[in-house]
């Protein structure tokens, strides 16, 4: 049974299980939390995925967990490991079922007391320009020949055929392309349920929401952003949809016995299913897994032509254009350089449940970006507040990784059982914020008191120096899956 006791104290922010805890790791297990919220994160078996990653062939440094870590598949959702491509694995349990979940904001030149006549009926304009909800596709169905390019093209490809500007492209993370994606590792049951749901929301925790910036802590990297008091914004949260959640179930299915029988790797929990990450095998995976990331950019970037198509019908145009900020990535495998023990290594760093936080002069940032750093966009739950953060030189010592949100606190199961969508939805009205739902049961799951407070989670990080504030995001309208 693993205690408070069982950590060293780093300091306020930072709290380490050292790697001769349990025969096995490899690296200490580092968790980045509040003495707080140390009190309460025994609760699920997040901890125990943790120590397990630390156990994780060609992990370097640590095994890390972010503020708002909580129990997934096999490893804590907020965790991230950096795996030495050389000697270690790919694990598509440490990348997370939605691959390249992951958020985008819009800005416009619109302030809040400009927008309020108009905010019910651009809701009702983006609800229904974008489909949401479990299985809910669009008309627009690609062939499976056009789905390929859309894997193998990301959002460049996107913009080739007019959803989207050049300005698009540079402002990803990425530039919303992995390069080593290939279609043809994709299943053709992946690609089925992924071609008529380019462009479309989903379900669970996944949301878009009109907000407006209520706070600037720092007015010089706000600038840089394009940030003002009161502004109107617009956040969309989505995956890869049927497709990545498909991919990542056929490598989990054939990594088992490859594992086993094959490589004889040995890990603590059989959900962390492995390959060493340069066989055959891992090279298709990584392919996969690359081709279902750019497959979500592309999905983001579509549904950001609908709304800016829902924004026009409204405004016409005198609405002015909707810019997109920047976009982040979630749950992923990245391939990145870092110094280790006095050498250059290549990783890939298995982020899932976590945000890429580049710091100032990175050479991946879009050059207007480069001087104050990469933004970092923390979604929080349904209808609370939402922040936008810069990647900070600190943060390296994490891999350049933050927080990707609020964190659950109570699973879906127990919301639905607890707690009243309908009550929800009124509670949410009384604060004057719209939601639009397919379902009260999805309100249910979403409840923000299903969730960690987002305000203490990036407190931890601000402080931790993984990533610093810039601006506060106020919900006013939500659209929600089911």
């Keep these: 049974m693993i205690s408070k006791k069982d950590f060293k104290k780093i300091s306020d922010w930072l709290w380490e299980i050292p790697k001769e805890f349990r025969t096995g790791m490899r690296v200490p297990a580092r968790v980045y939390l509040s003495e707080k919220m140390l009190e309460e994160v025994f609760r699920d078996k997040s901890i125990q995925q943790l120590i397990h990653v630390a156990m994780l062939p060609g992990i370097q440094k640590y095994a890390l967990a972010m503020p708002d870590m909580h129990e997934g598949y096999s490893s804590p959702i907020g965790g991230v490991a950096a795996i030495n491509i050389k000697e270690g694995i790919i694990s598509p349990g440490m990348q997370g079922y939605d691959i390249n979940c992951g958020v985008r904001i819009l800005t416009s030149e619109w302030k809040e007391k400009e927008i309020k006549p108009y905010l019910e009926k651009l809701a009702n304009e983006i609800y229904k320009e974008v489909p949401s909800g479990l299985g809910r596709g669009r008309q627009l169905k690609f062939s499976i020949e056009e ?11 996107l913009v080739e055929q007019g959803y989207g500007e050049k300005e698009d492209i540079e402002n990803c993370e990425g530039q919303g392309k992995l390069p080593w994606a290939n279609a043809s590792a994709v299943s053709r049951r992946a690609k089925e349920r992924g071609q008529d749901q380019v462009g479309t929301l989903g379900s669970g925790n996944h949301f878009l929401e009109i907000q407006k910036v209520q706070e600037i802590f720092d007015e010089e990297v706000a600038k840089a952003f394009g940030f003002f008091k009161d502004q109107i914004v617009i956040m969309v949260h989505c995956g890869s949809r049927g497709l990545g959640h498909q991919v990542c179930s056929d490598y989990l299915r054939e990594f088992i016995p490859l594992m086993l029988n094959k490589y004889k790797i040995k890990v603590p929990d059989r959900e962390f299913a492995c390959v060493p990450f340069e066989s055959p095998e891992g090279k298709r995976a990584l392919a996969a897994s690359g081709a279902a990331a750019n497959y979500a950019w592309a999905n983001r970037q579509m549904i950001t032509h609908f709304v800016r198509k829902a924004w026009k019908n409204v405004f016409g145009e005198k609405g002015g254009k909707l810019k997109l900020l920047y976009d982040v990535a979630h749950n992923i495998i990245k391939i990145e350089k870092y110094t280790i023990d006095g050498k250059e290594v290549e990783v890939a ?127 006013l309208a939500v659209i929600k899956g089911e």
Aim: charged content about 25%; some cysteine.
């Design 147 to 157: 789905l390929d390019k859309i894997m193998e093209g990301g959002v460049p490809y």
């Design 349 to 475: 760093v298995h982020r899932k449940g976590a945000t890429r936080s580049f710091p100032p002069g990175h050479p991946e940032i879009p050059e207007k970006y480069r001087e104050v750093g990469q933004p970092v966009i923390i979604p929080g739950s349904m209808g609370t507040a939402s922040y936008v953060l810069v990647g900070t030189k600190e943060g390296e010592e994490a891999f350049y990784s933050t927080c990707h949100g609020a964190g659950r606190r109570m699973s879906r199961h127990a919301a639905i059982r607890s707690l009243s969508g309908r009550e929800i939805i009124n509670e949410l009205g009384k604060k004057g914020i719209l939601v639009k739902c397919y379902s009260l049961r999805g309100v249910a799951e979403e409840a923000p008191t299903a969730y960690k407070n987002i305000d203490e989670v990036v407190e931890v990080v601000h402080h931790a120096g993984l990533s610093k504030k810039v601006a506060k995001l106020l919900p």
